[in-house]
Structure formats: structure tokens, C-alpha cells
């Protein structure tokens, strides 16, 4: 079985500044990761995923996440984030071969003006 | 492209009501289908994922069922409805490919129980 823990459950940050999100898992299998966001009563889009490859991953809206094997990590970062970027971010393993994802408990950034 | 829907937005049930949540998925075909409940201030939690029609795995015990009567429609029912019920549901559809699975999620529906 995988776990995925987030390690903050909220994040503020002034706008403009850089922001990274944090985010740990455990397999016993090799593992694809994926960022979602969620926006105020939205459903989750699809931020970026590391399925192998350069362990750097960029994905939309600026944002990039690296796949750390042996700290088990796929931490997500912005180097200037915006007032629109406000939202929950959730993180998610999906063994490979499988299709059943784990889902982080989401982490809240607040991005003030 | 495809696209995902749900039905209602928003709904409001008092206890011991039945349920029933409806999600369709266009432009693709014989897609992985999921449902999530979110709680406020928790993450998602899984409660249904069917692999094609008629075969649905239920992932928690609960007063809560899931039918698909065709390849591309998922649906979530409860004979009662209990205060617990209250959440915001999601849909999610998903295809195999390379062994990996991205998911995409439908707007959700708000459901409060009273």
C-alpha cells in the first residue's frame, strides 16, 4: 500500500513571493505522481505528473514539482505566485499498474496581496 | 475533447431521502470511472471505481451505492440518506495509458443533508 502525506495543511504567502508546497510519500512499488488543484468549488485539473524522465516537471500556470527518489518527495514550487493561484493543492501516487491513485489531504495556499 | 458532467450542482435532502447523483463522460471511450467524497477540511475519499459497465468496486462500507448502466455514465444512489452523507461529491474519469492514469474531474455536486 502508498500513503501520501502533505505536510502543510495551509500555506500563506504574499503575492509575488515564491511558494513551495510540500509533499512525501511512501510505496513499496515504483510510483507515478501527480499535482492537482482545486479551486473554490471546482472540481481537481491536473497540474503536472511525473511518470519518468528528467525529475524536474513543469506544468501549467508557472508551476514545477521534482521527483526526489531517495527522499521520497515531489515537492511543488512557484517562483512568484499570484492572487489567482489561491486554491487547494492536492498531490497523488498511483502505483504503477494500477489505476487507483492516493491522494494527498491537500494543502490551502493563501496568496495575499 | 472530452468532457465530464454533473448533476446536480447543488442539492439540498433531508435525512432518510434517497439519492441520486448522475455523471456522464463524452469523447472517450470505455473510460476507468470514479466517485470521491470530499468532506470540509479533509481530502478525497474514494468511494467507488468501475473498470466497464455493469462492474463496480466500492472501496468503503456505506449506505451509499454506484451503478453503470452504459460506458460512459456513472451514478451514485443512497436508499436513505444520514447526516454523514453531506459532502461535495466528484466524479473523475480516467484512461489507462502507459500503466499511468491521469484524472479528470467533473465541477462536483454540493450535497447538504439536514
Known amino acids: 500500500a502508498q500513503s501520501v502525506t502533505q505536510l502543510d495543511s495551509q500555506v500563506p504567502v504574499f503575492e509575488e513571493a515564491p511558494v513551495e508546497l510540500r509533499c512525501n510519500y511512501s510505496s513499496s512499488v515504483s510510483v507515478y505522481l501527480f499535482w492537482y488543484v482545486q479551486y473554490p468549488n471546482q472540481g481537481l485539473q491536473l497540474l503536472l505528473k511525473y511518470l519518468s524522465g528528467s525529475t524536474l516537471v513543469k506544468g501549467i500556470n508557472g508551476f514545477e514539482a521534482e521527483f526526489n527518489k531517495s527522499q521520497t518527495s515531489f515537492h511543488l514550487r512557484k517562483p512568484s505566485v499570484h492572487i489567482s493561484d489561491t486554491a487547494e493543492y492536492f498531490c497523488a501516487v498511483t502505483p504503477g499498474g494500477s489505476y487507483i491513485p492516493t491522494f494527498g489531504r491537500g494543502t490551502s495556499l493563501i496568496v495575499h496581496p | 475533447s472530452q468532457t465530464i458532467h454533473q448533476w446536480p450542482a447543488t442539492l439540498v435532502q433531508p435525512v432518510g431521502s434517497p439519492l441520486s447523483l448522475e455523471c456522464t463522460v463524452e469523447?472517450?471511450?470505455?473510460?476507468?470511472l470514479y466517485w470521491y467524497r470530499q468532506a470540509a477540511g479533509r481530502g478525497l475519499q474514494l468511494l467507488f471505481y468501475s473498470v466497464g459497465i455493469g462492474q463496480i468496486s466500492s472501496e468503503v462500507p456505506q449506505n451509499l451505492s454506484a451503478s453503470r448502466p452504459q460506458d460512459r455514465q456513472f451514478i451514485l444512489s443512497s436508499k436513505k440518506l444520514l447526516l454523514s452523507d453531506s459532502g461535495f461529491y466528484l466524479c473523475?474519469?480516467?484512461?489507462?495509458?502507459?500503466?499511468?492514469?491521469?484524472?479528470?474531474f467533473g465541477p462536483g455536486t454540493r450535497l447538504t443533508v439536514l
Open positions: 473523475a474519469w480516467s484512461v489507462t495509458s502507459g500503466s499511468s492514469d491521469t484524472q479528470y
Open positions: 469523447g472517450t471511450s470505455n473510460p476507468n
